[in-house]
């Protein structure tokens, strides 16, 4: 029997979704569509709620969209991929969300289970071959939790635990295969009203460990802050500005994914902690999973490590030894709100490390500006003046999604949610994707993703500029053009510096000769593009694409040719 749309699991999944605040599906489709397609269609004819469907022509660029639209609205976005195909695509981009944490309920359909006899059985060649034994044993290691939907009776019961275990911190995201078969069943019964399944609210830090770390944090004579993703939490950015300045504790901020402290703020010293760690006698990490190199420099063996966070020994990491002698478990505004308040009661003197730190960042703002100076007509163009010319271009409020190229210690951010950096997995192509969904959750604010030529070519650059011009979202997309695999190359030249890579112009596998014209790329899709060789010509060429996009509404690129 045929059931309606309407009245099928499909249609009920959907409204359920639609109950429970998810306000987007992304999506790339396939064959086990079939029952959410009809679904759809039904809805937009009885005008009935659903989430708003997005197509991605990419499984990674599907999953990096919701990446970036969570990171900034911190809400649960869904996403379903085509089968066992489809996962595998989208590994990438599931690996990234987390590791940085991000909530996202991932799903992708199930080839038919059945030959035939029910409605949705197998009536393609593709059933047979895609069916995998295990289809979610692919990103189990990866994701929360993982189910597959067996009955419409246990729909809500499936969806709402989902969303609670994505929502409960340290988030991240889970994964629900849907076969075809139950989609396409009648919907069961069900009581209409709030999920009984909540997130879990998170610890609050130990008194105890509390007031050992402000023991050990009012003696000491070097504090040191080393933060990476403390602004992922609402509020973390004034609480540490906060804190930092109250009791003079410096900050440094190593491959920050979410900034935790305004560019300017007078304890900020910038995002290489390896020129200080080795002077410190505490460190109190916030929320970072590789505070420091250890084979460009370690803590003294008598300072004293806090590490501090919802997971603060990162268990999804398989081995990391950093030192942890003290371990707050929390949210960072909390553990920073508790701090403050025991050390206020405690009345240290603070004077003598105001005025160290004072001294160590005017040496920074003076290298900064010599470097400035320098690149500003070097070619091949140098990052650091790109960076620089970004900086001053941008809205006070723009939001920035960086894949691996901008330096941060040449383009300031003095706001929450304005710069993201790349995943720590460092999962390539996520940067424009991120930005799209970025722009998505902020329409309102301009939105600029910087990524190498690497990273582009790896985020389906055809896919990624369709969706912009598909959903009208007007992002600038910057690449910094190289011709290379600079990551590589620097690698390997760190591996073996008397090496014969350091004599070698044409090391393999680092060099990316013959790329295709990338402004062309975005011209194609109804956008405006430019190629950029002089560092003369790249403020100006950065205020005409801003200008198209504000302007204009359409996406722009610029092809910035780069020095390594």
């Not at 990419?58 to 996962?87: C, D, F, K």
């Not at 440094?252 to 290489?272: A, C, E, F, V, W």
């Not at 993201?420 to 939105?447: C, D, I, M, N």
């Amino acid at each position: 029997m045929t059931v309606k749309a309407a009245d099928s699991v499909a249609a009920a999944y959907l409204r359920l979704l639609s109950e429970r605040g998810v306000q987007y599906l992304f999506g790339n489709a396939g064959t086990d569509f079939a029952p959410i397609v009809e679904a759809y269609a039904e809805f937009a004819n009885n005008r009935m709620s659903a989430p708003q469907p997005v197509l991605a022509a990419h499984e990674n660029l599907a999953v990096s969209m919701a990446h970036g639209y969570a990171m900034l609205s911190r809400n649960i976005p869904a996403v379903m991929m085509h089968v066992s195909v489809g996962t595998a695509n989208m590994i990438c981009g599931a690996m990234n969300a987390a590791r940085e944490n991000v909530g996202m309920l991932l799903t992708a359909g199930r080839s038919p289970i059945t030959e035939f006899g029910r409605h949705g059985s197998r009536d393609g060649y593709i059933h047979w071959a895609q069916e995998m034994y295990d289809q979610a044993g692919m990103l189990r290691e990866i994701v929360k939790w993982e189910y597959e939907l067996r009955s419409a009776g246990q729909l809500e019961t499936v969806v709402d635990r989902a969303l609670a275990i994505a929502g409960t911190e340290p988030r991240g995201p889970v994964y629900l295969s849907l076969p075809r078969e139950v989609l396409g069943e009648p919907a069961a019964a069900t009581q209409s009203g709030p999920a009984r399944l909540r997130p879990a609210a998170p610890a609050a830090p130990d008194a105890e460990a509390i007031s050992v770390a402000s023991d050990l944090l009012v003696g000491a004579r070097r504090p040191l802050i080393v933060a990476a993703n403390a602004g992922r939490e609402p509020g973390a950015f004034a609480a540490l500005a906060d804190f930092a300045e109250r009791f003079a504790i410096p900050v440094t901020q190593h491959k920050p994914r979410y900034l935790g402290l305004p560019s300017s703020h007078p304890m900020n010293l910038g995002y290489d902690p390896h020129r200080f760690v080795g002077d410190a006698d505490v460190v109190l990490v916030l929320d970072s999973d590789v505070p420091w190199l250890p084979v460009h420099a370690q803590p003294k063996s008598d300072c004293k490590v806090i590490q501090c966070g919802f997971d603060p020994l990162h268990t999804q990491i398989p081995i990391r030894g950093f030192a942890s002698d003290l371990g707050i478990a929390g949210g960072c505004v909390a553990i920073l709100t508790a701090l403050t308040k025991a050390l206020d009661a405690r009345k240290a003197d603070v004077s003598a490390r105001r005025d160290w730190v004072v001294k160590n960042r005017a040496e920074l703002d003076a290298e900064r500006q010599m470097i400035i100076e320098k690149s500003a007509h070097q070619m091949p163009i140098h990052p650091a003046w790109a960076s620089h010319c970004i900086g001053a271009a941008k809205d006070a409020d723009a939001i920035v999604v960086n894949e691996y190229t901008l330096q941060l210690d040449h383009c300031a951010f003095e706001q929450p949610d304005s710069y993201f950096g790349s995943s720590s997995a460092s999962g390539l192509g996520w940067g424009p994707g991120a930005a799209l969904g970025a722009k998505l959750a902020a329409p309102e604010r301009q939105v600029i993703a910087v990524s190498g030529d690497g990273a582009y070519l790896f985020s389906n650059p055809v896919a990624v500029h369709h969706a912009a011009a598909l959903y009208k979202l007007p992002v600038l997309f910057i690449v910094m053009n190289n011709g290379m695999w600079n990551a590589v190359r620097r690698s390997t030249l760190q591996m073996y510096p008397q090496g014969q890579t350091g004599c070698c112009n044409d090391a393999p596998f680092t060099r990316l000769g013959h790329l295709p014209a990338f402004e062309q790329v975005c011209a194609a899709a109804g956008g405006y593009g430019e190629r950029v060789e002089d560092p003369a010509d790249l403020p100006a060429a950065i205020e005409r694409a801003l200008g198209v996009v504000q302007n204009e509404g359409r996406q722009a690129l610029l092809n910035v040719i780069c020095g390594v």
